[in-house]
């Protein structure tokens, strides 16, 4: 399972015969991973071993596995997520949410997220808000910066925060995102003022680098904190490369 997780995660393309193989390993994982994985490399002809193997798992373990789905977008794709979302299952709305929003965009779609923005449940906010930044648009982007100081949950301010940093990337608002992260820079608490840091950083802005080294000055105390510190060490990687080859 963790070959497949790998290749895949690794873009090698050269693997997918092997991957194919894999499809029909006689562990379930394992097919629901190599099936994920060829689809992350441009194979997306076995959704339906996904979509398969997810419905025959019991409920409770469901929500451990939709990650597979993630590569995927189809009207198929986006049924089954919104049968999950119908149940009242161990499957939470802001688990199902994300995997909505990385479908194609659709009127339906963006009533939910929509919706999902003003639950008084925090989990299905951060959901809601986490599946409009996927959904994507320049209207998104000016949507989520105003719901920020609304927001009372700083778990859900971070996903804005990296909601609005997404669809920067893409070209939606990057200035006017880089000034608002800059001016919330010193608010809330230390995880939110990291997660801030961190978007300025990964849109080439250093304003808050410092709060990004110390994070990553963790992984020296333990090895056991790589999950923790893993996106600040990937950022300042690509920073501190490509200052050095300005």
Known sequence: RWAAYCLGELRQTDAVADLRNLV??????????????????????HEAVVLDGLAALPPEDV???????????????KQFLLKLLDQA?????????????????????????TAALLDTNDDTRAGGVTGLAY???A????RLRLLFDQEDSDEVRRRIVFGVGGLARQGHDRDTTIEFLRSRLNRGNPRLRFSIALTLLQLDDPTGIDLVRERAALFTESFDRYDLVAPALKTLQAWDASSNGA
């Open 63 to 77: 929500p451990f596995a939709l990650h597979f789905l993630v590569p995927f977008r189809s009207a198929a794709v």
């Open 135 to 137: 959904h994507g648009g």
């Open 89 to 113: 299952g161990t499957t939470t709305p802001g688990e199902i949410l994300p995997l909505l929003g990385r479908q194609e965009r659709d009127d339906e779609i963006n009533g939910l997220l």
């Open 24 to 45: 029909g390993d006689p562990d379930p994982v394992v097919r629901l991973q190599a099936a994920s994985s060829l689809a992350r490399l441009g194979d997306t002809d």
């Open 139 to 142: 209207e998104v982007a000016e």
